[in-house]
């Protein structure tokens, strides 16, 4: 299915889309450009959408100060996300933003934490995941080096919450990379997992695909992968290419570079078949 297929209006509680940003440094902007594409999302019929990581602050010099006002009632992302969600009556999976405090409410003093809220479709929010694994690595593109931990501080709880469409796991971008997060997602049931995320280029056309469809198909969930996709700034280029990916490890939806909304219905049926016909869960002996 493409970014542009022709979709049923009603909402169907197990369709999710991916939406895809090119976000920048305009915080406003990039709140605008959330905003139309949850629209576009519902009007397709989705009864959850999950955003890219980094979809309203993308800037490292705009993370701490961001962070700090989330962490305060008076704030302005998180509103967002609960406006949107109870305006649109759908869930939201917040991709990710900056917060200056943990799950426990205790302040983060000199980083933030990068952080995936959840909310219903009443617009409250019913779940929070902090990023665990940190992007500290070298890259052959414009911006070089990436040190998230400079920035962030590290989560460390697996998260999985019931939703409309199916037992979710939350995970966010870095994380692809580690197999152990999905197996504890898997244990602890999830059946599809949300994956906000900002590829840089040249790591995401390497190992995006091949990793996505690996996780897929050696824990047999969904892979809910929205990123950013396009030229966010002079020195970065996000690599896109979100997706949906089924338990056998198919691509379902693709948009490639671009803003853009991809969909795909999250079927039960399928699930469990794939499960019952090829048992690896009761295979393991490590």
Same mark, same amino acid.
């Given at each position: 299915?493409?970014?542009?297929?022709?979709q049923?209006? *009603?909402?169907?509680?197990? $369709?999710?889309?991916?939406?895809?940003?090119?976000? *920048?440094?305009?915080i406003?902007?990039n709140? $605008?450009?959330? #905003?139309? =594409?949850? @629209?576009?999302?519902?009007?397709?019929g989705?009864?959850?959408?999950? =955003?890219p990581?980094?979809?309203?602050?993308l800037?490292?010099?705009?993370?701490?100060?961001?962070g700090?006002?989330?962490?305060?009632? /008076?704030?302005?992302?998180? &509103?967002?996300l609960?406006?949107?969600?109870?305006?649109?009556?759908?869930?939201?999976?917040?991709?990710?933003l900056?917060?200056?405090?943990?799950?426990d #409410?205790? *302040?983060?003093? %000199?980083?933030?934490?990068?952080c995936?809220?959840?909310?219903?479709?009443?617009?409250?929010?019913?779940? +929070?995941y902090d990023?665990i &694994?940190?992007? %500290?690595?070298?890259?052959?593109?414009?911006?070089?080096?990436?040190?998230?931990?400079d920035?962030?501080?590290p989560?460390?709880?697996?998260?999985?919450? %019931?939703?409309?469409?199916?037992?979710?796991?939350?995970a966010?971008?870095? !994380?692809?990379?580690?197999?152990?997060?999905? +197996?504890?997602?898997?244990?602890?049931?999830?059946?599809?997992?949300?994956?906000?995320?900002?590829?840089?280029?040249? *790591?995401? !056309?390497?190992?995006?695909h091949?990793?996505l469809?690996?996780?897929a198909? @050696?824990?047999?969930?969904?892979m809910?992968?929205?990123?950013? #996709?396009?030229?966010?700034?002079? +020195?970065?280029?996000t690599?896109g290419?979100?997706?949906?990916?089924?338990?056998? #490890? $198919?691509?379902?939806?693709?948009?490639? @570079?671009?803003?853009?909304?991809v969909?795909? /219905?999250? !079927?039960?049926e399928? =699930?469990?078949?794939?499960?019952a016909?090829?048992?690896?869960w009761?295979?393991?002996?490590?």
């Amino acid at each position: 299915m493409s970014a542009h297929a022709q979709q049923e209006v *009603t909402s169907q509680a197990n $369709r999710v889309a991916a939406i895809q940003m090119v976000s *920048t440094h305009d915080i406003a902007e990039n709140l $605008r450009e959330a #905003g139309r =594409l949850l @629209e576009e999302a519902a009007a397709f019929g989705a009864g959850i959408a999950v =955003l890219p990581e980094n979809f309203a602050v993308l800037a490292t010099r705009q993370m701490i100060g961001c962070g700090r006002r989330e962490a305060d009632p /008076d704030n302005l992302i998180r &509103h967002f996300l609960a406006e949107q969600s109870a305006r649109l009556g759908i869930w939201i999976v917040g991709g990710s933003l900056p917060i200056a405090s943990r799950p426990d #409410g205790s *302040t983060v003093k %000199d980083r933030v934490r990068a952080c995936c809220f959840v909310y219903n479709s009443e617009g409250k929010e019913v779940g +929070r995941y902090d990023k665990i &694994h940190l992007f %500290d690595a070298m890259v052959e593109d414009a911006h070089g080096q990436y040190r998230e931990s400079d920035t962030f501080e590290p989560g460390d709880e697996v998260v999985v919450l %019931d939703t409309p469409a199916g037992r979710l796991g939350l995970a966010i971008c870095y !994380d692809l990379r580690f197999p152990e997060l999905f +197996r504890k997602l898997r244990e602890q049931g999830a059946e599809w997992v949300s994956l906000p995320s900002a590829f840089t280029w040249n *790591t995401g !056309d390497a190992h995006w695909h091949a990793l996505l469809r690996a996780r897929a198909i @050696e824990n047999q969930l969904w892979m809910v992968a929205a990123g950013q #996709g396009g030229q966010n700034s002079e +020195r970065r280029h996000t690599y896109g290419h979100s997706m949906i990916v089924d338990p056998w #490890g $198919r691509v379902l939806s693709e948009i490639g @570079e671009g803003p853009g909304v991809v969909t795909a /219905d999250l !079927d039960p049926e399928r =699930l469990g078949e794939i499960r019952a016909r090829m048992p690896v869960w009761e295979h393991r002996r490590l």
